[in-house]
């Protein structure tokens, strides 16, 4: 019974933050890498960022870089989403998900495990 759990999501202005975290259950969580990603209603879901299984190697999509911050705390079987300073262009409903392996580009289907997702709004 693997499960991933996304918290955190709600309503900000612009200029505001957030803090997602995903937590994990029933899989060996530092074995696995995991990613965030996105999705608006009628768009394809959209790769945010990724940390390696140790926490020490990160990725992010080029929209959030300097603004968004990954990271994980595998004590807690959690990983985190710092969101700061959110922009409108950044709403959407957002999902972690999990791969084993090592991290680098991988295809969205290679993720194994996925969350229900969290909504995001920013307001202008």
């Known amino acids: 019974q693997v499960q991933l759990v996304e918290s955190g999501g709600g309503l900000v202005q612009a200029g505001g933050s957030l803090k997602l975290s995903c937590a994990a259950s029933?899989?060996?969580?530092?074995?696995?890498?995991v990613a965030w990603f996105r999705q608006v209603p009628g768009s394809e879901r959209e790769f945010v960022s990724a940390v390696s299984s140790s926490g020490r190697g990160t990725y992010y999509t080029n929209s959030v870089k300097g603004r968004f911050t990954i990271s994980r705390d595998n004590a807690k079987n959690t990983v985190y989403l710092q969101m700061n300073p959110l922009k409108p262009e950044d709403t959407a409903v957002y999902y972690c998900a999990a791969r084993p392996g090592t991290l680098g580009y991988t295809p969205t289907r290679d993720y194994n495990y996925w969350g229900q997702g969290t909504q995001v709004t920013v307001s202008s």
């Open positions: 029933g899989l060996t969580f530092s074995d696995y890498v």
